[in-house]
């Protein structure tokens, strides 16, 4: 046998070994750690424990929104009036309307909570809401 055949016979004993060993440790490493949640590191834990905070403190957040753009008067084009709906996940917030006639606009303001008003809505109004509210996953 000349030398590259021992060479490459002992590379591949060796090869060998470094791949049953590798398997023994990755079978150790399972059954110290185990396989639930018990099994993460502990930074792991707590990362989910910043994550849980931040849903918490941001849920009444007004991250819910939608904008309805229309023509509140038949003679005017250009879709210049609004609806702006901007809601909490509760559905808690506030609707803002800009009415654009020839020579004023008019704004209001309408409060919101669990998804609707004391308060009469316009259709626009009641459209931006339902634009805004999260669809269930």
């Known amino acids: 046998m000349s030398i590259v055949s021992v060479l490459a016979a002992l590379a591949l004993v060796v090869a060998v070994l470094a791949l049953v060993l590798a398997v023994v440790g990755l079978r150790r490493t399972r059954r110290t750690r185990g396989t639930g949640a018990e099994a993460l590191p502990e930074d792991v834990r707590g990362l989910r424990q910043e994550v849980a905070a931040l849903k918490r403190?941001?849920?009444?957040?007004?991250?819910?929104?939608?904008?309805?753009?229309?023509?509140?008067?038949?003679?005017?084009?250009?879709?210049?009036?609004?609806?702006?709906?901007?809601?909490d996940d509760g559905g808690n917030g506030v609707v803002m309307t800009s009415i654009h006639g020839r020579s004023e606009a008019r704004t209001y303001a309408k409060n919101i909570a669990t998804w609707s008003c004391e308060q009469q809505l316009s259709p626009e109004e009641?459209?931006?809401?339902?634009?805004?509210?999260?669809t269930p996953r």
């Open 126 to 134: 009641e459209e931006a809401i339902t634009h805004a509210r999260p």
């Open 57 to 87: 403190e941001t849920g009444d957040a007004l991250r819910h929104l939608a904008v309805v753009r229309y023509d509140a008067f038949g003679d005017m084009g250009g879709h210049l009036s609004w609806s702006l709906a901007l809601l």
